[in-house]
């Protein structure tokens, strides 16, 4: 149970590979991974979380290799969070910009395909904010994902 199949450095080389290519992976997928989740979209979270199970702990079912695995994600999570906070270019580089998605009743349907998101999801922001298309100032995608609309003054 506690007696490890691997020495302990493979496990924080396996974690931190795996975590640094999950990274990559869902940060060129785009802001709507991210976001506000459909069952989709949750299901492949679960699904990818799954698939990379083994990989990070190669065979080894001790308590002590889980636990080197979870320290050492949630140690680079950390670490790269600090170092994004205090760097402006690696701060942009993981979480992105805003995108304006439309401006003064008009939306840019380009854009719109590029990132991924439907006019009914624009509708329902449009709803939730309860206004129409026409007295719409600013539709912006924000970083994380969530679409967020300013009524004309």
Same mark, same amino acid.
Request: proline share 1%; aromatic share 6%; charged share 25%.
């Given at each position: 149970?506690?007696?490890?199949?691997?020495? $302990? $450095?493979?496990?924080?080389? =396996?974690?931190? %590979?795996?975590?640094?290519?999950?990274?990559?992976?869902? @940060?060129?997928?785009?802001? =709507?991974?991210?976001?506000?989740?459909?069952?989709?979209?949750?299901?492949?979270?679960?699904?990818?979380?799954?698939?990379?199970?083994?990989?990070?702990? #190669?065979?080894? !079912?001790?308590?002590? #290799? #889980?636990? %080197?695995?979870?320290?050492?994600?949630?140690?680079?999570?950390?670490? %790269?969070?600090?170092?994004?906070? @205090?760097?402006? @270019?690696?701060?942009?580089?993981? !979480?992105?910009?805003?995108?304006?998605?439309?401006?003064?009743? @008009?939306?840019?349907?380009?854009?719109?395909? =590029?990132? =991924?998101?439907?006019?009914?999801?624009?509708?329902?922001?449009?709803?939730?904010?309860?206004?129409?298309?026409? !007295?719409?100032?600013?539709? %912006?995608?924000?970083?994380?994902?969530?679409?967020?609309?300013?009524?004309?003054?």
């Amino acid at each position: 149970m506690f007696e490890l199949n691997l020495p $302990w $450095w493979e496990f924080v080389l =396996r974690g931190a %590979i795996v975590y640094l290519v999950l990274l990559a992976i869902v @940060r060129i997928s785009g802001k =709507r991974t991210i976001g506000q989740f459909t069952p989709f979209d949750l299901l492949v979270v679960v699904l990818l979380s799954e698939a990379v199970g083994g990989s990070m702990v #190669g065979g080894d !079912e001790s308590v002590l #290799g #889980g636990l %080197i695995v979870a320290v050492t994600l949630l140690s680079l999570n950390v670490a %790269i969070s600090y170092t994004a906070s @205090r760097n402006q @270019r690696l701060e942009e580089m993981l !979480e992105g910009c805003e995108v304006l998605l439309g401006r003064n009743g @008009r939306l840019f349907e380009d854009v719109m395909k =590029r990132h =991924r998101i439907g006019k009914n999801e624009i509708d329902r922001v449009l709803h939730a904010n309860d206004m129409s298309l026409d !007295e719409m100032e600013l539709l %912006i995608l924000e970083t994380d994902g969530s679409i967020n609309a300013t009524k004309k003054k």
